[in-house]
């Protein structure tokens, strides 16, 4: 869809610089953009790339908009900014709905009229599939599921019995959601399974990234409450409880029974061990351990950094010999 | 299931501290339990929430017994008593069977008749199917596979050609068996794949998470010993060797040829280099990285404690400078 | 299939020394083999089972090969050559055509009458399949999506709409390509979902393992260069480029619009953080997280040293204190 930047600046209420008439039916990067594509800068690292650029608008802050080459829709956050200019660029398609015939679905579960159930899909008994609910193809639906109004299955998403997903939830491709948690009880060398009776409860406005798997809980509820984003890849065990607006990036795993707060983020890789608890506004970075309660909103880390080969094998030497080291000190000190 | 305390420690033959006429048909935990519900103290940590539990009875060791405003089922595994206990109110549903209308099943198969197929699972040629085998919907079941009496296949499993699946094994949505090992040869700059001609072997009573994926073996098989127990997310690479009763807990990465032995626990986000061998009744803590053979049993440990990240800052500088921090403590050492 | 050692040894155009007329018909490891196999030493950890082997011959480099007692195929590249000699007696199926009765193909898609499409797999409208293309059953095949000549999807292989897909690539099953990135724009402690308006564009001769992520490009495509091999349960975030003949192993994140380049290593469980660049020839040891661009070829580590647990403890504590401890130095140096 084309627009003027006369219409975009009016749509998404924010002052334009330059000529309202120019229009841009696409988005690009500063670096690749050309004429007809909208661009915008929010990572510092790519500042260098805006004077050179060949887009016919750019969506920046007050502080870089007297830099650019082209007419500006100027915000105090472009990021949000352009994904909204891109929103109203590329639409959504609108919602499908109907049974596609090859989708098995149970006689007992009740399919809104205005939701779309997709090729070889399978909707088990007494599920319930609320309005405009879009699940591709591929999906599993297990017995008394609840999804709510606008919620999203893209594709080959598996939910297992009784879980039940808000309103305008989208889960990706391969996410498991209900599985059993790693529930087992030692009793003479062998493990015995402890039954997963409880389920999975995500509320409204989560969304939760490919192959990503969230265990149902052992007597009580796995909870995620709305708003939180899950990227791909991520592990979250029975009883976990994940807070609002939790963003939580790709290949973290969250071990049973921890508590995260609200506002939290977790990056990359972030491992949380079981039975602790993580206070609101905490934010972790990259593949860092949380090995105990967090109560005080801060940043966190752990992990050693990124060095040569050579120089880290002889670092790695000395990180055995830390203790001893200490004492060797403090021996000098005595001495002194 | 309704059952009395007198019925329950009858069944679990454990000893009734309290009045045996008190009934339960549900499971709670300790403090959010209701009248009606068994709870359990099995983590000290949730010690705190006994005195004033509102559940109708609660599992207990004999040295919390005395403790409990409820009646008690006194346990030396209080776990395991519970796990027990729950399985007796919520009994399993009973085996399906049949081969639903839906599933594509080569003729070649051998389906047992008391084993269940389900929608829209393909079943290949001279697959063979055990009794009481549960396969759920949307699974892939290579050629020449074969399944155990009991295993149950939840949803969404890939099982590849000529795995073969021992008795009452589960796995869960999402898992793959039997896919290629990551089997390269370097040529002149380019990499040449490496035919993947062995299979996976899977023990009775194995249980493998959602999302776990386990190559085949390069020219042997990939093995996994009876009662292994595979938590979410696990990756086991070509030709790795699994002992019995060995736990691994979820994103746990074991690479090509690897020999982990049996009653050993891999804790969550543990790596495994290839080619090397762990002995039995080992345990690794949290995202450790196994570079070398182990041929102690014990506890073994890597990585660095979480700290608030300015304090890490600072640390993490040291970290890249400790064998030059060593040679100035023994030069201060020699001077003194 | 059976082969003579005289036909092998032309076919690889490798010397063979001793008995020609020996024939193999199958592959085994130098510890396992029996009569009749063919076996190979790559890896000198295994050097120890070549004087006991019970192979009919193996493939070993010109130094080893004196060692052996039994007839060799001499080779530089003895992986590689056996490799290839695997392929010979284990020849690939031929490849399938045709289409499943079961498969839900939209009129538009294009699929080459020598493409095969399994069973219970899905391709959307205008999607094009390429000659000899093979799609295993339950895949999902999105609109627009393009697969090159050759291709294979093995199973349950997820394909979103307008991915491109190169000549020869391997997709194990429970590969997702093109699912959304995690794009996030926070608004007043809400988070906005940004468009991922790209797509992804795999080159020829890839190979992605079982249950790996690769997600649609925010504005421009993530690419993922010709040769390029990928393990297992790998996560590639969005606008992600990945050089030709890079080899990547299980379980590595790469955050959002890193690039990698050609020829480089990353091995199991590395973590590259977003918006930066790997030089070619770069090599990153297991488990490392790159924080920084590295623009010199070389080998690069983070990290510590498994431990015994208690002596684990010890040293942990200590890393906590290194910038203390480091100024303790200093001092003493000062007070010489």
Redesign the interface.
Known sequence: MALTLAQLAEQLNVELMGDGDVSVST???LQ?AGPGALSFL??P?YRRYLKKTRASAVVLSDRDAQDSPVPVLVSD?P??C???A??LL?PLDKPRSGI?P?A?VDETAQIDRTAWI???T?VAEEAKIGPSVQI???C?V?AKVEIGEGSQL???V?V?AEAHIGRRA?L???V?IG??G??????E???????Q?GSVRIGDDV?I???T?V?RGT??DTVIEA?A?I???V?I?HNVFIGA?T?I???V?I?GSARIGR?CTLA??V?V?G?LEIADHVH?????????SISEP????????????R?????????????R??R??SS??K??
């Open positions: 988005v690009a990067s690749r929010a990572n690292k956050n990021y949000a352009y994904a909204r891109a929103r590329y596609h090859s098995i997709g090729a070889n399978v591709g193809p591929g599993i297990g893209v594709a080959r598996t297992l989208i990706h491709p391969g498991v599985s059993d790693f529930g087992l009880a030692g009793v060398g062998r493990w015995e399974k402890v039954p009776l969304e990234g490919a192959n798997t265990d007597v009580e708003g984003k990227d791909n890849q592990q065990a607006q963003a990036a790709a290949c795993g071990s506002y990359g890789g491992g061990v039975h972790i970075t990259g593949m860092s351990m949380v090995t105990r801060g940043t966190y880390s752990a992990g050693t950094p990124l060095m040569e080969n120089q880290w094998r002889r670092n790695a030497v000395r990180m055995k010999q830390l203790d080291l200490t060797r000190i000098l000190e001495s002194k």
